[in-house]
């Protein structure tokens, strides 16, 4: 970043210390506190019900926060996670300095800070959704020489009285302008804090879902970041949702990242685009197509696409969403620019034209490199999904395919250019595998292919277990079958798991 980029940072630590965030050193926390005034950290930290926890500080000297920079803090890892025994469940959190913020909710001046999981041995817990992720992204760079990097596309619905004006019309809300999507002003706010949390954002927008329930409004909207190394990717994607359900109650709304909350309307994904960088450059492409180790990172995830489920689709109501005629994807297959598969390679700006100067005449042809805006999506993925463990799953699925001797094949035999839905592609689409309709069924697919996941180390085997066990608990294995013409069983269903994730 050069001094422009860092002062005009939304994050106000990095523009106040004139340093990128990855630069941020234990004094420079110090710093910050001591010269704004500080008088709280939050120590925060993902649980193995994929919901942030929160460790309370209040800083009354600084030796004192030098202390619980330096040392961190004891913690339950049993009240955390189903795999930790009560036996020996003392577990350290020690904060990342990179990840500090201020706490946009806070009345007292606050710094919050993510932090990492030791064991009593003063060892990264093999175990811990955060560690699970960077094993995955450095065996990736150890195989293929590359960096891995992720973005996430967060879906959720609003919900709010009906004030009946203006009225969108039913499953027509995508992009929608106000005054017929209501909640685009909460959603500015939104990615505001967010940013000042140092997400990196690309956009956001009204989504197509939108209905009317027993007088309240869902009014489906998306937050969509830039891709950034997967570690970082999960972290923001974290602290998003945190921001968003505080903000909304602060605002008297309530909000959902839940799969489906009502069929026959739009489900709420979080679709993954991924990459892989070398040196600076976007590997995806080669001669403006996609590249020989694009197509073997899409095989590979072609090959676990059913256990990926394990990790994204967590609870019985994800599989109501995987159903087909809704967007979201039901075969094991990929595509170009179709929304029906299961990973799209969106529009990359190959067609090596410069539309902006035809859409401004004034303007004189540019020269961008629009390489870098490639990636593949993968869109199975809910926001039931433990973020840590379905972003390493994905690195490790997309390593995967650099090891398998028959990658290109896959990729070739997997590949679709067909509307999947028309009947006249029943044929083609009779030869692909189909993704799990349960939690049990993506148990079982865990199971058989544990070992890619648990290979260089990356998911412990304990996680698995734990995984297999957490999803089997919910004996769903005929549930979408069973009721799925009985809508208040399905409500019950929905207001269950309507705060997953």
């Given at each position: 970043?050069?001094?422009?980029?860092?002062?005009?940072?939304a994050?106000?630590?990095?523009?106040?210390?004139?340093?990128?965030?990855?630069?941020?050193t234990?004094?420079?926390?110090?710093?910050y506190?001591?010269?704004?005034?500080?008088?709280?950290?939050?120590?925060?930290?993902?649980g193995?019900?994929g919901?942030?926890?929160?460790?309370n500080?209040?800083?009354?000297h600084?030796?004192?926060?030098?202390?619980?920079?330096?040392c961190?803090?004891?913690?339950?890892g049993?009240s955390?996670?189903?795999?930790?025994?009560?036996?020996?469940?003392?577990?350290?959190?020690i904060?990342?300095?990179c990840?500090?913020?201020?706490?946009?909710?806070?009345?007292?001046?606050?710094?919050?800070?993510l932090?990492?999981?030791f064991?009593?041995?003063?060892?990264?817990?093999?175990?811990?959704?955060?560690?699970?992720?960077?094993?995955?992204?450095?065996?990736?760079?150890?195989?293929?020489?590359?960096e891995?990097h992720?973005?996430?596309e967060?879906?959720?619905?609003?919900?709010?009285?009906?004030?009946e004006?203006?009225p969108?019309?039913?499953?027509?809300?995508?992009?929608?302008?106000?005054?017929?999507?209501?909640?685009?002003?909460?959603?500015?706010q939104c990615?505001?804090?967010?940013?000042q949390?140092?997400?990196?954002?690309?956009?956001?927008?009204?989504?197509?879902?939108?209905?009317?329930?027993?007088?309240?409004?869902?009014?489906?909207?998306?937050?969509?970041f830039l891709?950034?190394?997967?570690?970082?990717?999960a972290?923001?994607?974290?602290?998003?949702?945190w921001v968003?359900r505080?903000?909304?109650?602060?605002?008297g709304?309530?909000?959902?990242f839940?799969?489906k909350?009502?069929?026959?309307?739009?489900?709420?994904?979080?679709?993954i685009?991924m990459?892989?960088?070398k040196?600076?450059h976007?590997?995806?492409?080669?001669?403006g197509?996609?590249?020989?180790?694009?197509?073997?990172?899409?095989?590979?995830?072609?090959?676990?696409a059913?256990?990926?489920?394990a990790?994204?689709?967590?609870?019985?109501?994800?599989?109501?969403?995987?159903?087909?005629?809704?967007?979201?994807p039901?075969?094991?297959?990929?595509?170009?620019?179709?929304?029906?598969?299961?990973?799209?390679?969106?529009?990359?700006?190959?067609a090596?034209?410069d539309?902006?100067?035809v859409a401004?005449?004034?303007?004189?042809?540019?020269?961008?490199?629009?390489?870098?805006?490639?990636?593949?999506?993968?869109?199975?993925?809910d926001?039931?999904?433990?973020?840590?463990?379905?972003i390493?799953?994905?690195?490790?699925?997309?390593?995967?395919g650099?090891?398998?001797?028959?990658?290109l094949?896959v990729?070739?035999?997997t590949?679709?250019?067909?509307?999947?839905h028309?009947k006249?592609?029943?044929g083609?689409?009779?030869?692909?595998?189909?993704?799990?309709?349960?939690?049990?069924?993506?148990?079982?697919?865990l199971e058989?292919?544990?070992?890619v996941?648990e290979?260089?180390?990356?998911?412990s085997?304990a996680?698995i277990?734990?995984?297999?066990?957490?999803?089997r608990?919910?004996?769903?294995a005929?549930?979408?079958?069973d009721?799925?013409?009985?809508?208040?069983?399905?409500?019950?269903?929905?207001?269950r798991?309507?705060?997953?994730?």
């Amino acid at each position: 970043m050069n001094d422009k980029e860092l002062n005009m940072n939304a994050n106000p630590i990095v523009a106040f210390l004139n340093k990128p965030a990855t630069d941020f050193t234990r004094a420079d926390i110090m710093r910050y506190a001591e010269e704004n005034d500080i008088r709280m950290v939050n120590f925060m930290y993902p649980g193995g019900d994929g919901k942030l926890k929160t460790l309370n500080f209040v800083i009354t000297h600084m030796a004192y926060l030098e202390t619980i920079l330096t040392c961190g803090e004891r913690v339950d890892g049993s009240s955390l996670f189903s795999f930790i025994q009560a036996g020996s469940s003392d577990l350290y959190v020690i904060p990342r300095y990179c990840t500090a913020f201020v706490d946009p909710f806070a009345e007292i001046p606050t710094l919050c800070m993510l932090c990492s999981f030791f064991d009593k041995d003063g060892n990264p817990l093999e175990s811990a959704p955060e560690h699970t992720l960077r094993k995955a992204c450095q065996a990736f760079r150890d195989v293929t020489g590359m960096e891995f990097h992720a973005m996430g596309e967060l879906e959720y619905y609003v919900i709010f009285k009906d004030d009946e004006m203006y009225p969108a019309i039913d499953q027509h809300g995508y992009h929608e302008s106000a005054p017929y999507a209501k909640a685009n002003e909460f959603r500015a706010q939104c990615m505001k804090y967010i940013a000042q949390a140092g997400g990196h954002i690309k956009y956001g927008h009204s989504e197509v879902g939108n209905f009317v329930h027993d007088g309240m409004v869902y009014e489906q909207n998306e937050i969509e970041f830039l891709p950034v190394k997967a570690e970082q990717a999960a972290d923001e994607l974290m602290i998003a949702k945190w921001v968003i359900r505080n903000l909304a109650y602060q605002y008297g709304l309530n909000v959902t990242f839940a799969p489906k909350i009502t069929t026959g309307k739009a489900g709420s994904g979080l679709h993954i685009h991924m990459r892989m960088m070398k040196d600076g450059h976007n590997m995806m492409l080669h001669d403006g197509a996609l590249s020989t180790d694009a197509r073997r990172m899409i095989a590979g995830m072609m090959d676990v696409a059913q256990s990926i489920t394990a990790f994204g689709n967590k609870n019985p109501m994800s599989y109501f969403r995987l159903v087909p005629h809704q967007e979201a994807p039901t075969n094991v297959c990929w595509g170009d620019r179709n929304r029906s598969v299961l990973v799209r390679v969106p529009l990359g700006w190959t067609a090596k034209k410069d539309m902006s100067s035809v859409a401004n005449p004034l303007e004189a042809p540019s020269h961008t490199d629009t390489t870098m805006k490639q990636t593949v999506e993968m869109r199975s993925p809910d926001g039931s999904a433990d973020l840590y463990q379905l972003i390493a799953g994905l690195c490790v699925a997309c390593r995967h395919g650099f090891e398998m001797t028959d990658a290109l094949e896959v990729a070739e035999r997997t590949y679709v250019n067909v509307n999947i839905h028309d009947k006249a592609n029943a044929g083609c689409l009779a030869q692909l595998a189909q993704l799990p309709d349960s939690c049990v069924a993506s148990a079982d697919c865990l199971e058989r292919q544990r070992s890619v996941f648990e290979a260089y180390g990356v998911f412990s085997p304990a996680m698995i277990d734990g995984i297999i066990a957490d999803l089997r608990r919910y004996d769903d294995a005929t549930l979408r079958h069973d009721i799925e013409h009985m809508p208040d069983e399905i409500d019950k269903l929905v207001k269950r798991y309507f705060h997953c994730g």
